[in-house]
């Protein structure tokens, strides 16, 4: 017999520590939606912050949590949850809130239900934003000890090398990938690559714009070229992977945990390396993602530290890695 269930949601602000930028956007915030799904006794939890280059912001996903709220309270499934809504933001909050109410109803850590092992502390990469080079180094200098950087491009390759050749002077050591954003077109390709190799870059993330990845058909990258704002969802993943061998899997894009999931193992299966982002947010959108995390190649989970008041997230990151206790979700 299926169990009501009673759904909340409030909306947290998530301002940042300082203003980031990235190719075509600056950011202060990126407010997200808690969603909370109750059976009375037990309570589960999912934040999101939805995907904002789509108009999934926080007004259209408390939109979509009151247009589902009848179905939801009504005792939904989580595989049913998939099978109702579409992919994003409002999705993954109530996939998370269900994964972690599932787990506390039985005794059991979604890490185990999930059919992983116990979660293990993992590397993770710190990002820096697209801004002149003195103000790079200084905020590589705010960040925790770190051994992989994630650098964001503008998309003008003059400007663009510059900040990748004192990233990489300052910190030789480190693990470096890049993420254009969408900042790229076809013609300038060629001379991207050939700067990023020069400079011992390992990934180049999201080139072209969505929608225009035929630019990379019959073109092929000396470096591995990762599908962030290219590939959202399964579908989207069975489409556009023969241009791509990294996948970048983010839970607000795919719409919970449930898909991402299925969207790693079939990207194996294809023959990509997995990689999990998030889009921001703070330490509750970042555990269902570390339990993604553990099954990944590459890891980009740096969002909480980036939030001016989440207080948990110093304690999350230590030499370079990230550690999610399951007591802070989803521990059954």
Known sequence: MTTAFTLSHRRDAMAFREPFRISGYLFESMPAVVATISDGEAAGRGEAAGVYYLGDDPDHIERELEKYRARVEAGIERNELRDLMPPGGARNALDCALWELESLRKNTPVWK???????KPLVTTFTLPAEDPAEILRRLGDLPTLKAVKLKLEGNLASDSERVRVVRAARPDAWLAVDANQGYGGDDLDGLVAM???????????????????????????????????????????????????????????????????????????????????????????????????????????????????????????????????????AG
């Open 113 to 119: 239900l999930a059919g992983g092992a116990p979660p």
């Open 196 to 330: 990023l190799v020069r400079e011992k870059v390992l990934l180049l993330e999201q080139p072209v714009r969505r929608g225009q990845e035929a630019l990379l058909d019959n073109w092929r990258s000396p470096i591995p070229l990762a599908a962030d704002e290219s590939i959202q969802d399964l579908v989207e993943l069975e489409a556009q992977h023969d241009r791509f061998q990294v996948l970048n899997i983010k839970l607000d894009k795919c719409g919970g945990l449930t898909e991402a999931l299925m969207m790693a193992e079939r990207a194996r299966q294809l023959g990509m390396k997995v990689m999990v982002g998030n889009m921001a947010g703070a330490t509750l959108s970042t555990a269902p993602a570390f339990i993604l995390a553990q099954v990944c190649d590459i890891v980009d989970l740096d969002g909480p530290w980036f939030v001016a008041d989440d207080p948990l997230a110093a304690s999350l990151y230590a030499d370079g890695e990230i550690m999610v206790p399951a007591r802070l979700w989803g």
